[in-house]
């Protein structure tokens, strides 16, 4: 578990080589080992001399309802964190952290001209509105689920447009509703769920989607294309119990995007599922 490492787990399965940034605890070496197996790049993460590596602690009901406890640790000292040691980096992505870690990562950001995303979800209860709103300053792409959306722009008092003119690129998940991105500009696009087979534990699904998305993009496919490479791997993650045990068979995947999106969608997609 953890946003960083679902999604670069989720990179890794596509072939991706992500760098996770993040404070962990001395007790990380073994996780460390099976996300570098998993085709993760460790290099960004500190380890406190202190503090355990964060814990999060999740009951799920038959209804997929959840209720969650939180161990910070070692993510208070995210905020050290020195982007400028990792190289050149292509986009950061902003999830979930402590606070004032994902504030400086953002300024760094903007301070260096690199392209960042915002991904607050579960901190937007943390940070106030001046905080929110500083975050989006200079990100491209704002990804939120539909109570977050809603949450932000009460938080911020900026209404769906001014947040979109802020960001340029709004992705909001709706569960099994699909997702719905919106660009400056451009007309609003919705696109659909892959169907699951079964629905097991949805822990995680959010952050399977935008390692889909991220890939794809990353690729230089569109967002339609993204928004369904994303939906593919969160619904994979949906029928799998825990966000990393699932797997990605390349003949069943492409079988899959083809019955949700079409033929030309799964042969543009299928490069990614090797």
């Not at 905020?79 to 870690?101: F, H, K, M, Q, R």
């Not at 792409?141 to 003119?165: D, P």
């Not at 709706?174 to 097991?200: C, F, K, S, T």
Request: charged share 20%.
């Amino acid at each position: 578990g953890g946003v960083a490492a679902n999604i670069c787990f989720g990179l890794g399965l596509l072939g991706q080589r992500p760098v996770m940034i993040g404070a962990v605890g001395a007790d990380f070496g073994e996780y460390r080992e099976w996300l570098e197996s998993n085709g993760v790049d460790t290099s960004g993460v500190a380890v406190s001399a202190t503090r355990h590596t964060a814990r999060f602690v999740c009951t799920t009901d038959a209804d997929q309802n959840q209720i969650a406890s939180f161990y910070p640790g070692a993510m208070s000292e995210a905020a050290g964190i020195d982007l400028g040691t990792l190289g050149d980096l292509d986009l950061v992505l902003i999830s979930p952290n402590a606070p004032d870690a994902m504030l400086a990562h953002a300024a760094y950001c903007r301070d260096h001209g690199i392209a960042f995303a915002a991904d607050p979800s579960q901190q937007l209860a943390s940070l106030d509105g001046s905080d929110i709103v500083s975050l989006l300053d200079g990100a491209q792409i704002l990804f939120c689920n539909t109570y977050e959306a809603a949450l932000l722009e009460s938080k911020t008092g900026l209404s769906a447009e001014k947040v979109l003119a802020a960001v340029g690129t709004r992705v909001t998940t709706h569960g099994a509703d699909g997702v719905e991105l919106v660009e400056l500009g451009q007309d609003q696009l919705r696109v659909a769920v892959v169907p699951a087979e079964r629905i097991v534990d949805p822990t995680g699904v959010g952050d399977a989607f935008r390692a889909g998305f991220l890939a794809a993009r990353a690729g230089g496919l569109d967002f339609e294309r993204a928004a369904q490479l994303g939906s593919l791997l969160a619904t994979r993650c949906l029928e799998s119990v825990g966000p990393q045990e699932y797997t990605l068979d390349a003949e069943t995947g492409r079988a899959r995007l083809a019955a949700a999106y079409g033929e030309d969608a799964a042969a543009e997609l299928a490069a990614y599922l090797k």
